[in-house]
Structures are given as C-alpha cells and as structure tokens.
C-alpha cells in the first residue's frame, strides 16, 4: 500500500507550497516590531540589514557568476521601485506602534484585492466584476477597523496603515512584473538600499543590546526567509495570490502578539476583521472556481 503523498506535482503547487511556508514564517514579524524599543529609524535599519544581507547571499548562491550581470539587470530595471520600496517599512513601524497590530494587520488584508487593482495597469490583468464588488465591501471592513483607532486622534497611524498595504501589494506586481531577474536579488537590494539610506540616521550608541538582537534575527529568520519563500512562489502564481498566502500572519499574527505583550483586539477591530477575512475568503473560493472552470474550458475546446 503506497503512503498518500502530499508533496506538490507541478511549479503552480510548489508556488503555493513556498508561499505558504513563506506566511508562517513571517508571522512573528509583528511581535518583533512591538518588542524593539529604540527609534524608528534605527529599527527600519536593523531589519533591513539583517534581511538584505540574508538574501543577497541567497542570490549569490542562485546565480553563482551570473550575480553581477543580474545586478546591473536589476538596478537598471528596478531601481526607481527600491527608492518606493523604502517608505513602506518606516510606514509599518510607525503604524504598529501607534494603532494595534490586529487593526494593522486587519487593513493589511485590503492588499490582495489591491495587487489586483495595481495588476491592471502594471502587468495589464483583467479586473472583473467579482473584484470591483469584494473591493467595495473590503473598504467597509477598512472604515469599521480604522473608526475604532480614532482616526481623528490618530490620521497619521491611518494613513501609513493603508500605504503599507498598497506598499505590498505593489511589491507582490513587481516580482511578478520583473520574473526574469532573480526575486531574492530585487527584494534584497530594496532591503539593502534602506539599509544604506536609513544608516546616518540611526542611533547605534543608545540602541540596546536586546533591540540589536531582536531587529536583526527578526531581518535575517523572519522576514529574511518569509520574503526568500514569497518571492519563489511569486514568480509562478499571480500577485493577488502570493499575498492571500501572507494573509496566514493577519490570522495567527494578532494571537503571536497577545500570547507576547497581552495585547487584546478591541470590538471593532474584530467586527471589522471579520468582514475584511471573510470578504478574502468568498473572493479566494470564487477565484479558485474560475480558474477551474477555465481549465476545463480549455481541455474541452482542445
């Protein structure tokens, strides 16, 4: 009797494998962030630091002697998207540490719908009416999420909150917008660039030694190997769907910071989560079904 084998037979299945596995692996990333205590600036370089590095020296280890030649590719094709790039973890930091992490993590869910959005001019992919619809009830779940923080109190946290979900969905289109140059090597020197900007600006001398190590293995395991995973699995599967997979630390992320600092969900931020996940879920299921159907299609029409 053979053992049932759950090891993916196709490129499309390994993607989801790698994203998924990616997901997990990321889901720490907001406790980290909560726990650091120093500056902003100086958090924003750590990370990138450590994570840079990481996957820079995966890049390395892909392309061998070809690593330069895809370096030149990558700062010529996408070096305008590195300087885009460095906004949005200033944004993410700033935004955990004035609103909730389940309300950030609650926005942060928009991001698959919005990838598709951006999809439509970057990579020229078809917006349907499935996703016009899920996008409008999505943004009620956004402003039942962001009344509860107290947006008047609090616009800035907002503002950064949302921009940290378009940040990722725009990332997730590149990589797949640019799958002839290495993802480890593009989200590497995005990282390193920040790394680089952010370096006279951070304030190493009152940096505790905890921070430096809670910043740099939160830059080299955490979000290092998430972003290693993520970007093999975006080059075989559609922007929208690499960042369902990170929808994984919207989930488990909250529970990681409330077994961590205690920190609970107000009301609202459940109210509107709920919607926001449930929005992902019926649009993920009919996205599923369509391609389905679309592969039958064509196997009947052959």
């Given at each position: 009797?053979?053992?049932?084998?759950?090891?993916?037979?196709?490129?499309?299945?390994?993607?989801?494998?790698?994203?998924?596995?990616?997901?997990?692996?990321?889901?720490?990333?907001?406790?980290?962030?909560?726990?650091?205590?120093?500056?902003?600036?100086?958090?924003?370089?750590?990370?990138?630091?450590?994570?840079?590095?990481?996957?820079?020296?995966?890049?390395?280890?892909?392309?061998?002697h070809d690593f330069m030649?895809?370096?030149?590719?990558?700062?010529?094709?996408?070096?305008?998207?590195?300087?885009?790039?460095?906004?949005?973890?200033?944004?993410?930091?700033?935004?955990?540490?004035?609103?909730?992490?389940?309300?950030?993590?609650?926005?942060?869910?928009?991001?698959p719908l919005l990838a598709?959005?951006?999809?439509?001019?970057?990579?020229?992919?078809?917006?349907?009416?499935?996703?016009?619809?899920?996008?409008?009830?999505?943004?009620?779940?956004?402003?039942?999420?962001?009344?509860?923080?107290?947006?008047?109190?609090?616009?800035?946290?907002?503002?950064?909150?949302?921009?940290?979900?378009?940040?990722?969905?725009?990332?997730?289109?590149?990589?797949?917008?640019?799958?002839?140059?290495?993802?480890?090597?593009?989200?590497?020197?995005?990282?390193?660039?920040?790394?680089?900007?952010?370096?006279?600006?951070?304030?190493?001398?009152?940096?505790?030694?905890?921070?430096?190590?809670?910043?740099?293995?939160?830059?080299?395991?955490?979000?290092?190997?998430?972003?290693?995973?993520?970007?093999?699995?975006?080059?075989?599967?559609?922007?929208?769907?690499?960042?369902?997979?990170?929808?994984?630390?919207?989930?488990?992320?909250?529970?990681?910071?409330?077994?961590?600092?205690?920190?609970?969900?107000?009301?609202?931020?459940?109210?509107?989560?709920?919607?926001?996940?449930?929005?992902?879920?019926?649009?993920?299921?009919?996205?599923?079904?369509?391609?389905?159907?679309?592969?039958?299609?064509?196997?009947?029409?052959?």
């Open positions: 009797m053979k053992m049932f084998n759950i090891w993916p037979k196709t490129a499309h299945g390994w993607a989801l494998f790698y994203g998924f596995l990616g997901a997990f692996i990321g889901t720490p990333d907001a406790l980290m962030l909560i726990l650091g205590k120093s500056d902003v600036v100086t958090m924003v370089n750590l990370r990138a630091m450590g994570a840079g590095l990481m996957l820079l020296l995966a890049a390395r280890w892909e392309l061998g030649n895809q370096s030149k590719m990558a700062i010529k094709q996408m070096g305008y998207y590195c300087v885009l790039y460095a906004l949005g973890p200033f944004a993410l930091i700033y935004s955990y540490k004035h609103i909730s992490a389940a309300s950030v993590l609650a926005i942060g869910a928009s991001s598709s959005f951006f999809a439509v001019f970057i990579i020229k992919q078809k917006l349907n009416r499935l996703n016009v619809w899920a996008m409008g009830i999505m943004f009620i779940g956004i402003f039942i999420v962001a009344f509860n923080e107290n947006p008047l109190e609090k616009p800035l946290a907002i503002l950064t909150t949302i921009f940290v979900a378009m940040h990722f969905a725009l990332l997730f289109v590149m990589v797949k917008k640019y799958q002839h140059i290495n993802p480890c090597l593009f989200l590497g020197l995005c990282f390193i660039f920040l790394a680089i900007v952010t370096m006279p600006f951070a304030d190493y001398k009152n940096t505790p030694t905890s921070d430096w190590w809670i910043m740099l293995t939160n830059g080299v395991v955490v979000v290092g190997l998430c972003f290693y995973f993520m970007g093999k699995a975006g080059k075989h599967i559609r922007p929208e769907e690499s960042i369902m997979l990170l929808m994984i630390e919207n989930i488990v992320g909250p529970l990681i910071v409330f077994w961590g600092v205690g920190q609970v969900p107000s009301i609202g931020t459940i109210y509107g989560g709920i919607i926001i996940l449930a929005v992902m879920s019926f649009w993920t299921i009919a996205k599923v079904k369509n391609r389905h159907k679309h592969i039958e299609n064509n196997i009947i029409n052959n």
